[in-house]
């Protein structure tokens, strides 16, 4: 079959993405497709924002973080008249499929999309928050954990040396897979995720015996959407029972830039070739993702309606090392 592919990215941009545009670039000019590039995510599509890709196009972007194709949220695509619009440059541009990287609200625009207009689209999974369903890990996830990552040990220095109570607030509004990897991996007293109820009187005896124990320093990560509130909401309650000087620090868009990891880089390689091989399939409609090392398609509907599960172990680990 012949195909014109058009890729673009969408949402919150996630590191590993310029690595996926380039799988999905080369691996569909290796197959003799043509390909474009659509700039600012569905939006670029309603105002006809296209530029026609060559191999050259994705050269020597494997290791920068963000997105060259600029990634937006677009209003004008919610509705009817917008996705009409979207239409009639694909048309236009004799674009037959489109490969979509973003999260979870990509995926809920390419699925009305699809379904309403026939248009060929398939999903790649982009965003640090490793939130969706139907992969194991998602695009940028081992990238922000490990700039997390990095920031909390550097904070656990001077938490150490002022013998300090630190809260610290990593991204997370509706899922704590980001706080409970770097919880784990910081060596954290605590982890505050949306996924399970916070026990603000049991965190406070937790630390007092941490005190009496001797330990001149604890650290609670706190993902931004526990219900029991922000790092600061959470520092204060804590303060009230345990009567400690506290430190708050909020990592916010920190986790998402830099240099993509080996991992984020292999992990966009790997799907943005598995995209095009569907094409050459004519496999449409779904998610393309990887579980147990292998390739898999998701439903659109089914990565977001569907609740990706923490790792229960994960927090059995934490509260054990933290004693």
Same mark, same amino acid.
């Given at each position: ?29 290796? +197959? ?21 890709? &060559? ?61 309403? &207009?026939?248009? &060929? ?8 928050? +490793?939130?969706?369903? =139907? ?24 938490? %150490? ?26 060596? %954290? ?12 009187? %049991?965190?406070?005896?937790?630390? +007092? ?8 320093? +604890? ?5 931004? =959407?526990?219900? %029991? ?22 990592? =916010? ?36 993702? #990887? ?13 977001? #309606? ?18």
């Amino acid at each position: 079959m012949t195909a014109k592919i058009g890729v673009l990215t969408s949402g919150g941009d996630a590191p590993g993405m310029n690595a996926a545009i380039r799988s999905v670039v080369r691996t569909a000019l290796h +197959n003799g497709f043509g390909v474009v590039g659509i700039r600012d995510g569905y939006n670029g599509l309603v105002v006809n924002e296209i530029e026609k890709f &060559h191999r050259g196009s994705v050269a020597n972007i494997i290791q920068r973080g963000g997105t060259i194709l600029g990634t937006a949220r677009s209003k004008d695509f919610e509705t009817d008249e917008g996705m009409e619009k979207a239409k009639k440059v694909l048309d236009e541009h004799n674009i037959s499929v489109l490969v979509v990287i973003g999260g979870d609200g990509t995926m809920r625009g390419a699925k009305e999309f699809s379904e309403k &207009h026939g248009v &060929h689209i398939l999903g790649l999974p982009g965003t640090i928050d +490793n939130d969706l369903y =139907g992969t194991d890990y998602t695009i940028g996830f081992d990238t922000a954990i490990n700039n997390a990552l990095e920031a909390i040990d550097r904070i656990r220095d001077t938490a %150490a040396s002022l013998e300090r109570l630190f809260f610290i607030e990593v991204m997370g509004r509706l899922s704590g897979f980001i706080g409970l990897a770097v919880g784990l991996a910081g060596g %954290a007293e605590d982890v505050m995720i949306p996924e399970t109820p916070t026990d603000i009187n %049991a965190l406070a005896k937790k630390i +007092n015996e941490s005190i009496k124990r001797g330990k001149k320093s +604890n650290i609670v990560i706190v993902s931004e =959407g526990d219900e %029991a509130g922000n790092a600061f909401e959470i520092a204060e309650k804590i303060k009230c029972l345990v009567h400690e000087d506290y430190r708050v620090a909020v990592l =916010g868009y920190i986790q998402r830039g830099g240099t993509p990891t080996a991992n984020d880089r292999i992990l966009a390689s790997k799907l943005g070739f598995a995209a095009v091989e569907a094409v050459k399939k004519e496999i449409y409609g779904c998610m393309v993702g #990887e579980i147990n090392q292998k390739i898999v398609y998701t439903p659109f509907a089914e990565t977001y #309606e569907k609740k990706k599960k923490i790792d229960p172990t994960f927090i059995k680990i934490i509260e054990v090392l933290a004693t």
